[in-house]
C-alpha cells in the first residue's frame, strides 16, 4: 500500500516558480513509477509529467522546458517526487496530483494508476 500527500501549491503571479511535493509513504517507493496531472476548472484531468524506476523523464507539451519533475530513491530518502515549475503561466492553474503505478506507461496514462494523491492548489494570475 502507497499513499501520496502533495504539497507547495500556492498562489504565484506569472512568470514565477513553485515546486510541488508528493510525499510517499511505504518502503517500496523506488519500485514505483510516479507521475504529476492536472485539472483546471471545468477541463478534465491532463497529464503533466513522469519519471520511470530509473529516472526516465516524459513531458507534455504545454510544460516540456519549464517543468522538471525528479525524485530522490537514496535508500534514507524522503520518498518523495518534486515537480519544479517555472515560467508559470496563467493556463498552468489547477489542483495538481501525483499517482504512482508499478508500470510507467499506466502513470503516464494516468486512468488505471494504483494511487494518487488528494491535490494540490496551483493559481498562477496573469
Known amino acids: 500500500q502507497v499513499q501520496l500527500v502533495e504539497s507547495g501549491g500556492g498562489l504565484v503571479q506569472a512568470g514565477g516558480s513553485l515546486r510541488l511535493s508528493c510525499a510517499a509513504s511505504?518502503?517500496?517507493?523506488?519500485?514505483?513509477?510516479m507521475g504529476w496531472f492536472r485539472r483546471a476548472p471545468g477541463k478534465e484531468r491532463e497529464f503533466v509529467a513522469a519519471?520511470?524506476?530509473?529516472?526516465?523523464?516524459?513531458?507534455?507539451d504545454s510544460v516540456k522546458g519549464r517543468f522538471t519533475i525528479s525524485r530522490d530513491n537514496a535508500p534514507n530518502a524522503k520518498n518523495t517526487v518534486y515537480l519544479q515549475m517555472n515560467s508559470l503561466k496563467p493556463e498552468d492553474t489547477g489542483v495538481y496530483y501525483c499517482?504512482?503505478?508499478?508500470?510507467?506507461?499506466?502513470?503516464?496514462?494516468?486512468?488505471?494508476?494504483?494511487?494518487w494523491g488528494q491535490g494540490t492548489q496551483v493559481t498562477v494570475s496573469s
Open positions: 511505504g518502503r517500496t517507493f523506488s519500485s514505483y513509477a
Open positions: 519519471i520511470s524506476l530509473g529516472g526516465s523523464t516524459y513531458y507534455a
Open positions: 499517482n504512482a503505478d508499478v508500470s510507467y506507461g499506466v502513470v503516464v496514462t494516468g486512468t488505471q494508476a494504483a494511487y
